[in-house]
């Protein structure tokens, strides 16, 4: 089985379909935590608070700083970016006790992402390979010294990060979340990592750091450089920050392996080997896989373009203050919509969190300049200034195609898993990429790419919404069905991510 073994991807996203998984109970007693606890290693708290950016988030979730300068992230904005991006930002009682709700959204709630650095020496912290603990606001550190040549190698020397003084690296502790969604949590994996990715992004940007995103990278190499159980814990994505000229010297050492004591998340565990079958027929395993998806930037293909057409009616969020929130604003204030109000919101509203969200992602599978794996459908419930419908965006003509005219509450209502948020929201986004094209040019591995690029884009959705004052929530979907209401126009796609967004019903504060 090798990354060009396609058959495994269409195996693991048609056995993840709804309808179609098992029935499944959830045993409350055995719930996994929504952290990894370290059992031995000594915590290095890190300072809570530092000056705010106080630029507004539309910009934030769009735009990213240059490259070519010299920035060398200290410890205190490292620290902010961790807290943006993956800290604790509220919390609320329930009958089984607390639940601690986290800067970006995730599935269930459980929290199964991970973040790691790979440090030079920076002011405030000692060059090393470290684990952050949301739970304690601390770092673990792992390994002493600068390792970030095994990840300059693990990458094939990926430029982004070879010059990167900081390298932050996600993980997905399987069983964390697969508790509850059994395998479709391996798709959790990339739609989690994404929205924490949507964060960290717009917070460096805010700060004025380089940021990219790397996916292509010797699996086992990082893997091993964390020193993570493979069978219930791997690495995402790597996320370079900051740029410096210093040179790095080449890692040649063979790395040692470590295994530190770590709590059990349950009682037991069940495992899925449907998640780790796609995950390893999605692993690079040399370095000419590496270099070979370095090499093979994605052109994407506008959709056919024949319909009425809308042109977004964008507003920078720099002219327009009132309304819009920083980014640390709308972080903080950011939830999952539990009720959406039947009311509209504004075709400006939309088209601002639109346009906004779906600029491109700086990421290694993308070419410098306007490629995307994935397309935006739309299904319009009540957006003043626009009819009732099902739309397709086009980027490069920055315009919403009218598919067909029609109030389509109800079916929203059911492409959503026949729940009431994407039936009452004003507006549902589906991502959707063509798979085909996608594993053709990258091989299973496109597969994470491609619901990676959906979650980050998600995310940003959700920043964009709350920036405005709207609400938003991310959902789970009928896969077939999405495709076929939107068909002829989606033939042959497969749908990555859902958010529904809209005015959410006011409730009693967490
Ligand atoms: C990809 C994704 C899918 C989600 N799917 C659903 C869903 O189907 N139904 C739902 O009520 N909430 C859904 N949520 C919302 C989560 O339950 C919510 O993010 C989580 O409880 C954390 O709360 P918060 O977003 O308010 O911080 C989803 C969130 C994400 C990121």
């Known amino acids: 089985m090798t990354n060009r073994t396609i058959e495994e991807t269409w195996k693991y996203h048609n056995k993840t379909k709804h309808p179609g998984m098992p029935p499944h109970y959830l045993d409350w007693s055995n719930q996994p935590i929504p952290f990894k606890i370290y059992e031995t290693l000594e915590p290095i708290k890190i300072p809570p608070d530092s000056p705010?950016?106080?630029?507004?988030?539309?910009?934030?979730?769009?735009?990213?700083?240059?490259?070519?300068?010299?920035?060398?992230p200290d410890l205190k904005t490292l620290a902010r970016l961790l807290y943006l991006s993956a800290g604790i930002t509220k919390k609320a009682n329930y009958p089984g006790g607390?639940?601690?709700?986290?800067?970006?959204?995730?599935?269930?709630?459980?929290?199964?992402?991970?973040?790691?650095?790979?440090?030079?020496?920076?002011?405030?912290?000692?060059?090393?390979?470290?684990?952050?603990?949301?739970?304690d606001f601390s770092l673990r550190v792992l390994r002493k010294g600068d390792y970030r040549g095994a990840i300059i190698n693990a990458t094939g020397q990926e430029p982004t990060i070879a010059t990167a003084p900081i390298t932050i690296i996600t993980t997905s502790?399987?069983?964390?979340?697969?508790?509850?969604?059994?395998?479709?949590?391996?798709?959790?994996?990339?739609?989690d990592s994404g929205t924490i990715l949507a964060n960290?992004?717009?917070?460096?940007?805010?700060?004025?750091?380089?940021?990219?995103?790397?996916?292509?990278?010797?699996?086992?190499?990082?893997?091993?450089?964390?020193?993570?159980?493979?069978?219930?814990e791997v690495s995402v994505c790597l996320?370079?920050?900051?740029?410096?000229?210093?040179?790095?010297?080449?890692?040649?050492?063979?790395?040692?392996s470590i295994n530190y004591e770590t709590m059990p998340p349950s009682r037991s565990e069940i495992d899925y080997p449907l998640i780790r079958s796609m995950h390893l027929a999605s692993s690079l395993t040399s370095e000419e896989e590496v270099r070979e998806w370095r090499m093979g930037a994605f052109e994407s293909r506008q959709p056919e373009c024949t319909g009425r057409l809308f042109t977004l009616e964008v507003q920078a969020d720099k002219n327009n203050g009132q309304i819009s929130k920083t980014i640390e604003e709308t972080i903080l204030k950011r939830g999952s919509t539990r009720q959406f109000a039947r009311t509209p919101i504004t075709f400006k509203e939309l088209s601002n969190t639109l346009y906004y969200s779906a600029r491109q992602v700086p990421a290694d599978f993308l070419p410098p300049k306007g490629s995307t794996l994935n397309d935006i459908y739309l299904i319009a419930n009540d957006v003043e200034g626009i009819p009732k419908g099902a739309y397709c965006y086009h980027r490069d003509i920055n315009a919403l195609e009218l598919l067909k005219e029609g109030d389509f509450r109800d079916e929203a209502g059911h492409l959503g898993l026949g729940q009431d948020i994407p039936a009452d929201a004003s507006i549902d986004v589906f991502l959707l990429t063509d798979l085909n094209r996608v594993l053709e040019k990258f091989g299973n591995r496109g597969y994470r790419a491609?619901?990676?690029?959906?979650?980050?884009?998600?995310?940003?959705?959700?920043?964009?919404?709350?920036?405005?004052?709207?609400?938003?929530?991310?959902?789970?979907f009928f896969d077939d069905d999405v495709i076929r209401f939107f068909s002829p126009h989606a033939n042959g796609k497969s749908v990555m991510f859902l958010v529904a967004l809209g005015k959410s019903v006011k409730r009693k504060s967490r």
């Open 52 to 72: 705010p950016s106080n630029v507004l988030t539309l910009t934030a979730i769009s735009e990213s700083a240059t490259k070519d300068v010299e920035c060398l």
């Open 98 to 135: 607390e639940i601690y709700f986290r800067a970006a959204a995730c599935t269930g709630a459980l929290y199964h992402i991970d973040l790691y650095l790979v440090t030079k020496h920076i002011e405030g912290l000692d060059a090393g390979v470290y684990h952050f603990g949301p739970h």
């Open 173 to 191: 502790t399987f069983w964390r979340n697969s508790w509850k969604y059994q395998s479709r949590a391996y798709r959790h994996t990339f739609w």
């Open 450 to 476: 491609a619901e990676l690029e959906a979650g980050i884009i998600g995310g940003r959705l959700y920043l964009g919404a709350y920036s405005q004052g709207l609400g938003a929530s991310g959902l789970t």
């Open 200 to 232: 960290l992004l717009a917070a460096a940007s805010a700060y004025n750091i380089p940021a990219a995103i790397v996916t292509g990278f010797l699996d086992s190499a990082i893997n091993n450089l964390l020193g993570l159980d493979t069978n219930r």
């Open 239 to 256: 996320v370079p920050l900051g740029n410096t000229k210093e040179p790095v010297k080449a890692e040649s050492d063979e790395i040692e």
